[in-house]
């Protein structure tokens, strides 16, 4: 029997109870199929931080370096400023195991009403691939006269080309094999940022030569947030840099239904170091420990973990699961207009297994 052994890291907030719901989930379904997970649990989190003064031990990327792939839940908390957990966690994580491929579902499911008029399950099909180690995040800059009046903050975007061309490429392996409506759209601002994005331009370019087999378009960030709203349909893979990525998908979850809905793999597309598997929702504090929160978007992105494992038909199993309880619409938690708590939509999506 295979065994694939998973780092767990729940982090703030609703990732506590959400990961409970996924690590139930993807037991349930291991024992349907000839594999076993073995979970590993670190405290890594913003209470840790308040504790220790850091997110994680000098010595956490090396541990978790030993394992098959990272599942985390979320991290974040109001008395803890964002760039201290994002830099202090997650691009660390990101950057040392070279995860450089965020790739970011968005479906319009059946039993799931779009805030959008007149959408029908499906319509919405699109997947947005966001750079993942370098572009915005790069954390590149410094301050000069801090505290003073003439303060100066300079951040600088790092555009390198081979970050753009492998990025690229995996987004147009993937529109061949999803053999949708195999259409790339690249998402770019050069107009104003004359120097990055015009490296991103013309990997752009360079790379679509290699696909004839994939229609192209090249759209700024600012049309693309408008024709996301206006066209969602339109859009098959969407290729994107880190910032612009994380906004775009922030759009394309909402207009699927709920951020609730929205899972997230962070890969290292060569297999060298562990993938982290993490839903887009963040830590959510104003509803953590209610037992309201959405787990699908969690079990969902198990889901990807179970894929990129090379568990293809668990991981068809869990999505089908999550799409029956959506369909029934029976046992929905609140931000799906429902009031059924967590716990009991991940026991109806094991349920669901298998059928």
């Excluded at 410094?142 to 995996?170: H, N, S, W």
Aim: with cysteine.
């Amino acid at each position: 029997m295979a065994q694939n052994n998973i780092a767990v890291i729940r982090g703030d907030g609703i990732g506590i109870e959400v990961v409970e719901e996924g690590i139930k989930v993807l037991d349930a379904v291991s024992e349907n199929y000839d594999f076993e997970l073995s979970f590993s649990e670190y405290p890594w989190s913003s209470k840790f931080y308040m504790d220790t003064g850091s997110m994680m031990p000098s010595d956490g990327l090396d541990t978790l370096s030993n394992y098959d792939a990272i599942f985390l839940g979320a991290v974040g908390h109001p008395d803890i400023q964002d760039h201290i957990t994002l830099n202090g966690l997650l691009l660390p994580i990101r950057r040392k195991f070279d995860q450089y491929v965020c790739e970011r579902p968005s479906v319009l499911y059946e039993g799931i009403e779009s805030p959008l008029s007149g959408k029908k399950p499906f319509d919405i099909d699109m997947v947005v691939i966001r750079e993942n180690t370098e572009g915005e995040y790069a954390n590149v800059g410094g301050f000069q006269y801090l505290d003073f009046p003439e303060e100066v903050g300079i951040q600088t975007g790092v555009f390198t080309r081979k970050g753009c061309e492998r990025v690229i490429r995996y987004s147009f392996e993937l529109a061949r094999r999803r053999n949708k409506k195999k259409h790339l759209t690249s998402i770019t601002k050069s107009n104003a940022q004359g120097y990055g994005m015009l490296v991103w331009d013309r990997a752009f370019e360079r790379i679509s030569v290699e696909y004839p087999d994939i229609s192209t378009d090249s759209l700024l960030v600012d049309a693309a947030a408008m024709d996301f709203i206006r066209k969602p349909e339109y859009f098959d893979v969407v290729v994107a840099s880190n910032l612009f990525g994380d906004i775009l998908t922030d759009i394309a979850a909402i207009i699927t239904g709920s951020m609730g809905l929205a899972s997230s793999a962070n890969l290292d597309p060569k297999r060298r170091y562990p993938s982290m598997f993490e839903p887009v929702h963040g830590s959510a504090p104003d509803i953590m420990g209610k037992g309201i929160a959405n787990p699908m978007a969690q079990i969902l992105t198990g889901a990807m973990l179970l894929r990129h494992l090379g568990h293809v038909d668990a991981a068809t199993d869990v999505e089908k699961a999550v799409l029956s309880v959506l369909s029934e619409g029976e046992i929905l938690t609140p931000d799906l207009y429902g009031s059924s708590t967590t716990s009991s939509v991940g026991d109806a999506i094991v349920s669901a297994l298998g059928k």
